[in-house]
């Protein structure tokens, strides 16, 4: 074989294994970009949960102390919670926010099953005025941070197992990407949805 020959296939070789890093670190970017939409997405629907929530406290229908609890849980996630995009989310700082706003949501998420108590309490609540759609916008929305949460820990799971080959971590591919965590939270919060009942939709 001739030198040129054999300098072909080095070529050739050289060619093939940059289409592939190339392929792989265009991948990996895209599943960093769908982490960080999922992310942005799972922040709102956190959000939205917590303000279905705080409407439902303040609507009269639950018992006052549970009213008081649930008002307190919704505001702090709400509000007062660390951020699952912007400022929050950027540096050693994020997993630390990510873990803090975990807590907070789980806590509403106690103090609603506690609050709204068995399928037949629910069942009640939704005969009250107002009841009927007021549970249908908060189940509405435990169901959509369910699926978002979902969404985001399955691009998460994704993402960390390709960071974890060999040939990643060897070329660089992730760059400075931070190493996306799986968000953790209790959202299991079953709500009774009234159905075609409720004449309001949720917002």
């Known amino acids: 074989m001739s030198a040129a020959e054999v300098a072909l296939i080095v070529i050739a070789v050289l060619a093939v294994v940059t289409l592939v890093l190339v392929?792989?670190?265009?991948?990996?970017?895209?599943?960093?970009?769908?982490?960080g939409t999922s992310r942005a997405t799972l922040e709102a629907q956190l959000v939205h949960r917590a303000e279905a929530s705080i409407a439902l406290a303040?609507?009269?229908?639950?018992?006052?102390?549970g009213?008081?609890?649930v008002a307190d849980a919704g505001w702090r996630a709400a509000v007062e919670s660390d951020r699952l995009v912007g400022e929050d989310a950027v540096g050693?700082?994020?997993?630390?926010?990510?873990?803090?706003?975990?807590?907070?949501?789980?806590?509403?998420?106690h103090?609603?099953?506690a609050a709204l108590g068995t399928e037949a309490d629910q069942v009640r609540l939704a005969q009250e005025p107002d009841g009927a759609a007021l549970l249908a916008r908060l189940a509405h929305h435990v169901y959509r941070v369910q699926l978002a949460r979902r969404f985001h820990n399955d691009?998460?799971?994704?993402?960390?197992?390709?960071?974890?080959?060999?040939v990643v971590r060897t070329f660089r591919l992730a760059g400075r990407a931070p190493l996306?965590?799986?968000?953790?939270?209790?959202?299991d919060l079953p709500v009774h949805d009234p159905g075609p009942s409720s004449t309001a939709a949720p917002s």
């Open 67 to 69: 009213a008081l609890v």
């Open 155 to 166: 691009a998460v799971v994704q993402i960390r197992h390709i960071r974890a080959s060999p």
């Open 92 to 109: 050693e700082h994020s997993v630390a926010a990510a873990e803090s706003r975990g807590l907070v949501e789980s806590e509403l998420t």
């Open 58 to 65: 303040e609507s009269g229908l639950l018992d006052p102390a």
């Open 180 to 187: 996306p965590r799986p968000f953790e939270m209790d959202d």
């Open 111 to 113: 103090a609603l099953r």
């Open 23 to 35: 392929s792989m670190a265009r991948r990996l970017d895209r599943l960093h970009r769908r982490e």
